[in-house]
């Protein structure tokens, strides 16, 4: 089945910096790529996603970035803020299944 | 976006009894709905994959007469925890994928802390 790894699991920056969290899946039929944001004892909240067939995506100060080849993909979060603190999980999955996720990565930014 | 609702959002219970929680899909239909299961620090991980109208699929490792899972309409799946024990004390968390829709997005419930005294 499909395996998702990530890293860093905590990363600390500095306010105004940038982040980036990278992941890897090792389901090549796997095709929807979606980045979520969790804040403690909350639901996951999508904050971005990519499929298969784009290889970047951008929405404000959030970028994803996909290479299907090497099977990973990136976040990357500009110009950081402190509600950015939270812990952020990648997830793989193929069209209408479920998701495998990463196992999350703690983010924090210093003010 | 679409609303998935669960209840309760937090439930104590004693050790031997059970818990149901509610998992419904207020806005559309959903054939399938997924039953993840969160430790503290930890990811997300499948329990088991509900489906209408049919048994649920669980995934190695998940007793399936410990979490019975009832998918009784397309708008409510059901976990039911039996004969609780301290150890399944955790976030339990459900989503689903509107039926036929061309987007991907999953939504989720807001998840429902368990804690077994």
């Known amino acids: 089945g499909e395996n998702v790894e990530q890293h860093p699991s905590t990363l600390s920056v500095q306010e105004g910096d940038s982040a980036v969290i990278k992941c890897t899946y090792s389901d090549s039929a796997s ?25 970047e995506k951008k929405d404000q100060r959030i970028a994803v970035t996909l290479n299907k080849t090497a ?18 999980f ?13 196992p999350g990565t703690r983010l924090s930014v210093l003010p | 976006g679409a609303v998935v609702s669960q209840h309760p959002s937090w439930v104590i219970c004693k050790s031997g009894t059970s818990v149901k929680i509610e998992c419904r899909s207020l806005d559309f239909q959903a054939t399938t709905m997924f039953w993840y ?4 620090k930890q990811s997300l991980m499948l329990m088991a994959t509900s ?67």
């Open chain 1, 31 to 55: 095709n929807y790529f979606p980045w979520y944001k969790q804040e403690l004892g909350k639901r996951p909240q999508l904050i971005i996603d990519i499929r298969s067939n784009v290889g």
């Open chain 1, 71 to 88: 099977k990973h993909f990136s976040l990357h979060i500009t110009e950081t803020q402190p509600e950015d603190s939270a812990v952020y």
């Open chain 1, 90 to 102: 990648c997830a793989a999955s193929i069209r209408g299944q479920n998701f495998v996720f990463g």
């Open chain 2, 37 to 40: 299961r969160q430790f503290p």
């Open chain 2, 51 to 117: 489906n209408e109208g049919s048994k649920a699929t669980y995934e190695q490792g998940v007793e399936k007469d410990k979490f019975l899972i009832n998918h009784a309409s397309l708008t409510l799946s059901t976990l039911t925890v039996t004969s609780a024990h301290p150890e399944d004390s955790s976030f339990y968390i459900c989503s689903a994928r509107p039926f036929g829709q061309a987007n991907d997005e999953a939504f989720f419930g807001q998840g429902t802390r368990l804690t077994v005294v």
